[in-house]
Structures are given as C-alpha cells and as structure tokens.
C-alpha cells in the first residue's frame, strides 16, 4: 500500500511565505514525475508544479518566480516552497507521484489527503 502524506500547510499572510512537503512510504520500486495540484471549491484541480526524475521543472503560469518545487529522491520526498503568497493561492494543495509498485503494472498516480493553505488579505 502507498501512502502520501502532506505536511506544511496553514493560515498566512498576504506576502508570506510556507513549505509544504509530501513524503511517500509503502511498497515503492520507483517514483518518476511528482508534483502539486490545487483546487478550490467549485473549481476543476490545476497543477501547480510538477517536477520529473531528472529534476526538471514546470509551473502554472500564476505562481512562476513564486514557487518552487524540489524533490530528495532518497527521502521519497517533494516540497513546495511558497513565496510572496496571495490571498488567491488559497485552496486544498495535494501531492501526487507516479509510483511503480509493480513492474508488470508499471506507474500509477497517486494522491495526498490535501493539505489546506490559506492566504489572508
């Protein structure tokens, strides 16, 4: 069974600054793409920032020069930093990673619980 569990989320304000992290644990061979996605309610999930295993990086549009998205591979472990935050980044923010637990299977996406971020004006 694979588990990702989110941490770092909170209330803030306008301009601040906070760190999520998100740590897989269970049967993993290997973790290819991780990444963040957010949704608010009544809203479709958007990807925030992803990152693949070779480190490169992708980001929404709206959080570019704002956020950056980091991974330790030894750890099993990818982190969002969240700088110069804005009351519109606030939502539910949830982990995913492409996990292979079986090789015949392949990778399988995997979610978070979500870790709520709220930005206060």
């Known amino acids: 069974q694979v588990q990702l569990v989110e941490s770092g989320g909170g209330l803030v304000q306008d301009g601040g600054s906070l760190r999520l992290s998100c740590a897989a644990s269970g049967r993993i061979f290997s973790i290819n793409d991780m990444g963040w996605y957010r949704q608010v309610p009544g809203k479709q999930r958007e990807l925030v920032a992803a990152?693949?295993?070779?480190?490169?990086?992708n980001y929404a549009d709206s959080v570019k020069g704002r956020f950056t998205i980091s991974r330790d591979n030894a750890k099993k472990m990818v982190h969002l930093q969240m700088d110069s935050l804005k009351p519109e980044d606030t939502a539910v923010y949830y982990c995913t990673a492409e996990i292979v637990t079986n090789w015949v299977v392949g990778y399988s996406k995997y979610w978070g619980q979500g870790t709520q971020v709220t930005v206060s004006s």
């Open positions: 990152i693949t295993s070779g480190d490169s990086t």
